[in-house]
T-cell receptor
Framework: AQKITQTQPGMFVQEKEAVTLDCTYDTSDQSYGLFWYKQPSSGEMIFLIY??????QNATEGRYSLNFQKARKSANLVISASQLGDSAMYFC?????????????FGTGTRLKVLA | ETGVTQTPRHLVMGMTNKKSLKCEQH?????MYWYKQSAKKPLELMFVYNFKEQTENNSVPSRFSPECPNSSHLFLHLHTLQPEDSALYLC???????????????FGPGTRLTVT
C-alpha cells in the first residue's frame, strides 16, 4: 500500500487564486512529520512547509499553509494568491520511525500550472 | 558556493563504465542522503549517512556504492549499471537524522544520469 498518496497528477490554477494540493498518508506511528517540497523544472527540491503529528495548529509559511486533518490522515497544501513562479511539481513527504531508523517517504507528486 | 551542490549535472555512461557522482553541502549539516527520482515514480531513498556513518541502505543493488568521507561530502560510485538505472539522482542534507526533531532536507539540483 502507498504510504503517501497524491491523487492529482496535474492541476491548473488561475494567477492570484488559491489552490489546494491533496495528500493522504498511511502510518501506524504516533510520532511522524509531514513535509511539502516544490520542484521547479531546474530539478532542485525546495522545502516549503512542515507539520508535526503532535502540532495542534496548522502550519503556515507565507502563502503556504498545510491543512492537517489527523483523523483523516490528510495533509493538504494550500497555496494562496498563486503566482506564475509557483508552476512546478509539488511533493508531499512523510518522516516516520524512531531514532536511527527514520524513513523519508515521498508521494508521486502533483504538477501545478499557474495560468496568466 | 552555498547550499547543496552536485556534480556533474548530466552524465551519460555505458553499461561497462565506472563513474562517480559527487555531492557537497555548505550548510554545516550532519546528515546526507542519496535519492533516485525516476519518471512517474515516487522519490526513492537509497542511502542515509549521519555523522559519516551509513544508517540506511534501502536494498540498493551493489552496483551503487556510496562513500561519505566527511559530513560535507557524499559520493555515489557507479559501475556496470543497467539502462533502468537512468534517472535523476538527488543528494540532500539535513541538520541531523537521529534526533527527535524533524529537520527539513535541503536538496541539490541533481545529476541526470543516462545509461546507454
Amino acid at each position: 500500500a502507498q504510504k503517501i498518496t497524491q491523487t492529482q497528477p496535474g492541476m491548473f490554477v488561475q494567477e492570484k487564486e488559491a489552490v489546494t494540493l491533496d495528500c493522504t498518508y498511511d502510518t501506524s506511528d504516533q510520532s511522524y512529520g509531514l513535509f511539502w517540497y516544490k520542484q521547479p523544472s531546474s530539478g532542485e527540491m525546495i522545502f516549503l512547509i512542515y507539520q508535526g503529528s503532535y502540532d495542534e495548529q496548522n502550519a503556515t509559511e507565507g502563502r503556504y499553509s498545510l491543512n492537517f486533518q489527523k483523523a483523516r490522515k490528510s495533509a493538504n497544501l494550500v497555496i494562496s494568491a498563486s503566482q506564475l513562479g509557483d508552476s512546478a511539481m509539488y511533493f508531499c513527504a512523510m518522516r516516520e520511525g524512531f531514532s536511527g531508523t527514520y524513513k523519508y517517504i515521498f508521494g508521486t507528486g502533483t504538477r501545478l500550472k499557474v495560468l496568466a | 558556493e552555498t547550499g547543496v551542490t552536485q556534480t556533474p549535472r548530466h552524465l551519460v555512461m555505458g553499461m561497462t563504465n565506472k563513474k562517480s557522482l559527487k555531492c557537497e553541502q555548505h550548510l554545516g549539516h550532519n546528515a546526507m542522503y542519496w535519492y533516485k527520482q525516476s519518471a512517474k515514480k515516487p522519490l526513492e531513498l537509497m542511502f542515509v549517512y549521519n555523522f559519516k556513518e551509513q544508517t540506511e541502505n534501502n536494498s540498493v543493488p551493489s552496483r551503487f556504492s556510496p562513500e561519505c568521507p566527511n559530513s560535507s561530502h557524499l559520493f555515489l560510485h557507479l559501475h556496470t549499471l543497467q539502462p533502468e538505472d537512468s534517472a535523476l539522482y538527488l543528494c540532500a542534507s539535513s541538520q541531523d537524522v537521529a534526533s527527535g526533531a524533524y529537520y527539513e532536507q535541503y536538496f541539490g539540483p541533481g545529476t541526470r544520469l543516462t545509461v546507454t
